[in-house]
């Protein structure tokens, strides 16, 4: 550690419910998995609820709301649909994020500039509610810009294009992301990333100074299968805390 603050590590338990949903059955409970995650060292627990439902479910959401006894950060659309679960359940916080019927994942940040009228009423209603909005955008000043007049004490950057870049790519995205962190948290709002995260890739953004959280699924989920889910969230915890 060089005494910069700890990062938080929100664990997705999204792809629990995928395998579960491929038999249609009630194994593995994303439920038991987010108990496990905790117990693990996790810091949080992420969980997107899609219009299609494609992984969690409402149930599912029910079931963590009860069980939980870490923050559940909520990934959702900006629809109607969704604010109205929000307020309904009160997650700790809301991941605001773009979501496209046919994508198989979220493909890009959210455009929050381009959508600004939109997203104020929406961001405000979470906010009242005292759900802590965080808005899912690409590492870039004209996003975060639209992040402070929205008014949202939360960002998290997409670091999908990092993680898929290789070389000289790599790299300038690397430091896309670290000048937003620094420009975000200059302003007041608290920089989050993930997307793609792995063992492999996940140092570099960790030793980000200004990053406050990384959330991770995918990966995590599917190597759990060869370390188990404990041993997977050890390691990445381990990977992340050698970065600071
Ligand atoms: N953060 C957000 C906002 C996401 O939408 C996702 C994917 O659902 C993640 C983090 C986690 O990405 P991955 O599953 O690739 O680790």
Excluded: W
């Excluded at 961001?123 to 808005?135: E, F, H, K, T, Y």
């Excluded at 995260?197 to 989920?221: K, M, R, S, W």
């Amino acid at each position: 550690m060089n005494g910069t603050s700890p990062l938080r590590l929100g664990v997705n338990i999204d792809h629990v419910a995928t395998i579960r949903n491929a038999r249609g059955g009630d194994h593995p409970q994303p439920v038991r998995a987010a108990t496990m995650a905790a117990e693990a060292g996790a810091d949080g627990i992420t969980a997107h609820l899609r219009e299609d439902r494609r992984h969690i479910r409402d149930d599912d959401l029910l079931e963590l709301m009860k069980t939980l006894s870490i923050p559940l950060n909520l990934e959702m659309a900006a629809t109607d649909e969704m604010l109205d679960i929000a307020l309904r359940h009160k997650p700790h916080a809301a991941c605001i994020v773009p979501e496209k019927r046919e994508e198989r994942t979220t493909e890009g940040g959210l455009d929050a500039a381009g959508q600004h009228n939109r997203l104020k009423d929406f961001v405000g209603q979470l906010r009242d509610a005292n759900i802590r909005v965080s808005l899912f955008i690409e590492p870039d000043p004209r996003q975060i810009e639209a992040a402070i007049h929205l008014g949202a004490p939360v960002v998290e950057f997409h670091t999908g294009h990092y993680a898929h870049a290789s070389g000289a790519e790599r790299e300038k995205e690397l430091r896309r992301i670290s000048d937003a962190a620094a420009l975000a948290a200059k302003n007041g709002i608290e920089p989050h990333a993930g997307h793609g995260l792995t063992f492999d890739n996940v140092i570099p953004i960790a030793a980000i100074p200004q990053l406050v959280e990384l959330n991770i699924g995918h990966f995590l989920i599917g190597e759990a299968i060869f370390g188990g889910l404990t041993g997977s969230i050890q390691q990445m915890r381990a990977l992340m805390n050698e970065a600071r």
